[in-house]
């Protein structure tokens, strides 16, 4: 094995050399061949398990194997045997023109450089920029007045993004030079959206306090006594509006009657709909030796009725001032309808190194050149879009350009050595480093760790449960836990200040002393010296695949009994997102990549957890960080009956009926976003006969209907709380469902199915 390595290398390098000639290549080809033939002769092929293990401490293992394709059945020569696989490193010293000196920077270094455009060309500065005048802008948020040369954008990077916001910071300069930015910018502003245009929900934080307060006084027509105690506040740590001293109001009609019900007043109902709180009202039923609180259906509904009359009426309120309305339209404009998608081409990408034998598709190119130009992505494409490929390039490409110095590719554990495998089909020079699970047995951590930090490898691949046992530092986590500490301590101030609710302030100090508990626990740790952190790995770029296992982020909400909202995270999804804080840290807005067909497939949470991931930054600027803000601007939360899962009933269920504002929300999602379906890339899979399914409908017998009922009486047992959880659950009466479904054998082996 290591003479074939030897030989390998050899040829890789000659290969990389744009100088050597066919029968040079062809040479080393013969003696590969004549090593490899020889060796399998006499050790069969390099995959076969003894041979993996023996050679299995060595780094360059991904390389040998990589040699062979095929499977345990039969394995056959790679094209490095036969074919040029490698393309050289070509050096472009001179270009006819500015445009081609522009291609060419952007493939070999990522920006702008005008000095290498100028050397490429023999022009001088200023021939280039009046040459390239609608190719290439000056940002005046980058120009740097020491350096004419710094400052220096693409048309695709600069007419792009929020251009709204970057129209008026030229307009702000009230430079001359700028001109051309701003009549460009303004043929690509987005058309403005008229208030009929806008779904407008209680509690967008985009609506000021004071409005809502205006509101309340005009719906409820609180005298003056009223409107100078019930006030609307807003408290920014809990993301919470409140209506303190509601009860002062209780004889008011409007609160009492017309906009509420003896057991929930209106301005109860009014604090629950700025908090997308579930309307829902209980009464005491004694339950033996104690009381317990159940829902009460009739004032439960009747109360509902109340909240979807007061938040019918906030939208015709809210536009029915000229001032008010063009205040909001505005605003909603600047803030959700100021982006303009851009449109990544990577046809210009030339790979040095890749595999000469493999074309990757057009949109594979595009989808590389967003990595390396757009920053954070998520990849959300389809199974065969070839998204191993696109994350090999990506990772190889923004390691040439030295936008990146030791990417890491996270992959399920059993497809660490495919992942490695394809990696090296396509860049047969690679030097990879693979983790294995003995890689973090404890004798071997301190090894492993000291071979990352140390090693200078093109890409590092790690397995999803291995990647999960790196933590980060206890200083980063102490750091994190200040931090909130710190902003809550401020919202308590905060809330003080207002003169807000005791029991609210009470909350936020009993959460406070939990946070300061944690904290101090963590300090008292004892401290091993043999633990791995990430930020000892030198790491600085991440590839996620499979991401959708990590979907399930903590989020704080005041939604409960909501279908689909799970704020309770996972513990490795929460180690993730300070890993890629931490990323963040090093290179704002870039450097993470996650990869997943499935990005969305459950409920609208996970949309909200996405972008939380990789778009913070965007969610911050417009205050919709918090999950309750996000999803007040974009759901629709609705309660309706629907069939219970056991078939025999129907039941009430609360979730996000629907999405509103979708098309701003699908523009926030596609600024780091790569969707790709079947349909868009038409991938060559099996046509359906005749174009459609063919649905076969069957009746049940009377064994199958009888188990079904079965599942009746168990999903009963189940609500009923007759039966423990670890016995039986409704997930497991679904599951049994679906065996009856497909076959009653899968249920009862002795059955006979119907006919």
């Not at 030989?7 to 744009?18: F, G, K, P």
């Not at 004419?148 to 251009?163: F, I, N, Q, R």
């Not at 554990?413 to 495919?418: A, E, S």
């Not at 219970?644 to 999602?669: D, H, M």
Request: hydrophobic share 35%.
């Amino acid at each position: 094995l290591c003479a074939i390595r030897s030989v390998v290398r050899s040829l890789i390098s000659v290969e990389l050399d744009e100088n050597s000639t066919e029968e040079s290549i062809k040479s080393i080809q013969n003696e590969l061949n004549d090593v490899y033939d020889n060796f399998v002769k006499k050790y069969g092929p390099i995959n076969n398990n003894a041979n993996t293990r023996a050679f299995s401490e060595d780094v360059e293992l991904p390389l040998l194997t990589s040699l062979e394709q095929g499977d345990e059945d039969k394995y056959y020569k790679a094209d490095i045997f036969t074919k040029r696989t490698i393309k050289p490193v070509l050096s472009i010293t001179t270009v006819d023109t500015s445009l081609e000196a522009l291609t060419v920077v952007l493939n070999e270094e990522g920006y702008v450089d005008l000095k290498r455009m100028m050397s490429l060309t023999g022009k001088s500065f200023d021939t280039i920029i009046e040459e390239l005048q609608g190719e290439i802008y000056l940002n005046p948020e980058r120009e740097n007045p020491d350096n004419v040369y710094e400052g220096w954008e693409t048309a695709d990077e600069y007419l792009s993004g929020d251009v709204r916001r970057k129209l008026r910071i030229a307009e702000g300069t009230q430079d001359s030079r700028f001109n051309i930015n701003i009549e460009k910018l303004k043929t690509v502003i987005p058309k403005n959206l008229e208030a009929s245009d806008i779904a407008v929900n209680l509690g967008v934080s985009w609506i000021d306090v004071e409005d809502y307060q205006k509101y309340m006084v005009e719906l409820f027509d609180l005298n003056w006594s009223e409107k100078s105690k019930c006030q609307v506040k807003y408290n920014s740590y809990l993301n919470t509006y409140f209506v303190e001293n509601k009860s002062f109001a209780g004889n008011n009609a409007n609160v009492s009657t017309t906009y509420g019900i003896p057991d929930m007043k209106g301005l109860t109902i009014y604090e629950n709909l700025l908090n997308l709180r579930e309307i829902k009202v209980t009464k005491p039923v004694d339950d033996g030796d104690k009381v317990k609180y159940v829902i009460d259906q009739k004032n439960t509904m009747a109360a509902r009725e109340k909240a979807d009359l007061i938040a019918d009426k906030f939208k015709g309120w809210l536009f029915s001032d000229p001032d008010r309305r063009e205040k909001y339209v505005k605003k909603y404009n600047e803030l959700f309808n100021a982006i303009k998608l851009r449109e990544y081409d990577g046809s210009n990408l030339t790979f040095p190194g890749m595999n000469s034998q493999i074309e990757l598709r057009p949109h594979q190119k595009d989808a590389i050149a967003r990595v390396i130009r757009g920053g954070n992505t998520l990849l959300a494409h389809c199974v065969g879009a070839g998204k191993t490929y696109e994350m090999a390039a990506s990772a190889m490409e923004l390691k040439r350009l030295k936008m990146v110095n030791k990417p890491i590719i996270v992959v399920p554990n059993h497809l660490t050595g495919q992942m490695a495998s394809e990696f090296m089909n396509l860049y047969p020079s690679a030097n990879l480093l693979v983790t294995t699970k003995r890689d973090f047995e404890k004798s071997r951590r301190r090894k492993f760790i000291s071979k990352i930090a140390t090693g200078d490898y093109d890409c590092i691949i790690m397995g999803h449960s291995q990647f999960e046992k790196i933590g980060v530092s206890r200083e980063r986590r102490q750091k994190y836990m200040e931090e909130e500490i710190e902003a809550i301590s401020a919202g308590i101030e905060e809330f003080k200040a207002i003169s807000g609710e005791r029991w609210t302030i009470k909350q936020m100090e009993s959460t406070k002393k939990k946070m300061v508990a944690a904290l101090e626990e963590l300090q008292n740790e004892d401290y091993k010296d043999d633990v791995l952190n990430f930020e000892e790995l030198g790491i600085d770029c991440m590839f996620i695949d499979e991401a959708h296992n990590y979907k399930n982020l903590n989020f704080t909400t005041k939604m409960t009994r909501v279908s689909g909202i799970n704020p309770q995270g996972s513990k490795k999804a929460s180690d993730l997102f300070l890993k890629v804080q931490y990323l963040q840290e090093l290179s704002p807005g870039r450097n993470v990549i996650f990869a997943t067909g499935t990005p969305i497939s459950n409920s609208i949470a996970e949309m909200y957890v996405m972008q939380k991931y990789l778009a913070s930054d965007i969610l911050r600027d417009r205050d919709i960080y918090a999950f309750d803000l996000w999803a007040s601007n974009f759901g629709k939360v609705e309660t309706s009956l629907e069939l219970a899962p056991e078939g025999n009933r129907y039941r009430e269920k609360t979730r996000f009926a629907k999405f509103v504002n979708t098309p701003e929300l699908i523009t926030l999602f596609r600024q780091f976003a790569d969707v790709k379906t079947p349909d868009m890339i038409k991938l060559d899979v099996p046509t359906l006969k005749n174009g459609e399914y063919t649905i076969v409908e069957s009746e049940p017998d009377n064994y199958v209907k009888e188990i079904m009922q079965t599942f009746v009486e168990r999903a009963e047992a189940i609500h009923n709380g007759s039966v423990s959880p670890d016995e039986d659950n409704m997930l497991k009466v679904c599951h049994d469902g679906k065996l009856l479904a497909m076959d009653v054998r899968l249920i009862d082996p002795d059955a006979t199915p119907a006919p």
